[in-house]
Antibody
Framework: QVQLVQSGAEVKKPGASVKVSCKASGYSFTAYYIHWVRQAPGQGLEWMGW????????NYAQKFQGWVTVTRDTSITTAYLELSRLTSDDTAVYYCARGDVTTSTDYWGQGTLVTVSS | EIVLTQSPGTLSLSPGERATLSCRASQSVNSRYLAWYQQKPGQAPRLFIY???NRATGIPDRFSGSGSETDFTLTISRLEPEDFAVYYCQQYGSSPLTFGQGTKVEIK
């Protein structure tokens, strides 16, 4: 069965960086995009960007360009989200999700809580 | 960027009642790429409807989606206890992908 398993919760200080992983299994990793979506406490869903695991090509929402990087390692079917220059506004649950052109994001990881606090 | 506005913000209904959730887009959604997600506290969102009216795997037929261009609706014909949750619409026809702010369906 399709599974996306994310790395554990992180606590970071302002100005630091964090890297969240998303291990995919149960399907052909290179056949589907991986999207990243975040959700601040008590708030809605915010799309951040996607990666094409086959080509490595990426697309980011404008507000995340320049300080968010999405990468992948096809040998271990894992995608990564790296955020730099963290502020308290980046405290959120970060989700990875499998992307399909027809069904949008059909399988989601369990989420990774990133807390930014001094 | 396509802005999605959901209404109402909260819907208070009893089990067995019909729920009608609205999602309005600031411009036409390309190729009918409009989805609906359910999210329960502490859980990841779950895809319920894609391409406006197609139920995702395992979604019961009391859930239906309709609409076109800028106006979309998610209908739950008869609410079951497990249906009380937050629902988000999402457009994925153009970048950036965007979500509505959510409608909470709560028990009256």
């Amino acid at each position: 069965q399709v599974q996306l398993v994310q790395s554990g919760a992180e606590v970071k200080k302002p100005g630091a960086s964090v890297k969240v992983s998303c291990k995919a299994s149960g399907y052909s990793f290179t056949a589907y995009y991986i999207h990243w979506v975040r959700q601040a406490p008590g708030q809605g869903l915010e799309w951040m960007g996607w990666i094409n695991p086959d080509s490595g090509g990426t697309n980011y929402a404008q507000k995340f360009q320049g300080w968010v990087t999405v990468t992948r390692d096809t040998s271990i079917t894992t995608a990564y989200l790296e955020l730099s220059r963290l502020t308290s506004d980046d405290t959120a649950v970060y989700y990875c999700a499998r992307g399909d052109v027809t069904t949008s994001t059909d399988y989601w990881g369990q989420g990774t809580l990133v807390t930014v606090s001094s | 960027e396509i802005v999605l506005t959901q209404s109402p913000g909260t819907l208070s209904l009893s089990p067995g009642e019909r729920a009608t959730l609205s999602c309005r887009a600031s411009q036409s959604v390309n190729s009918r790429y409009l989805a609906w997600y359910q999210q329960k506290p502490g859980q990841a969102p779950r895809l319920f409807i894609y391409a406006v009216s197609n139920r995702a795997t395992g979604i019961p037929d009391r859930f239906s989606g309709s609409g076109s261009e800028t106006d979309f609706t998610l209908t739950i014909s008869r609410l079951e206890p497990e249906d009380f949750a937050v629902y988000y619409c999402q457009q994925y026809g153009s970048s950036p992908l965007t979500f509505g702010q959510g409608t909470k369906v709560e028990i009256k």
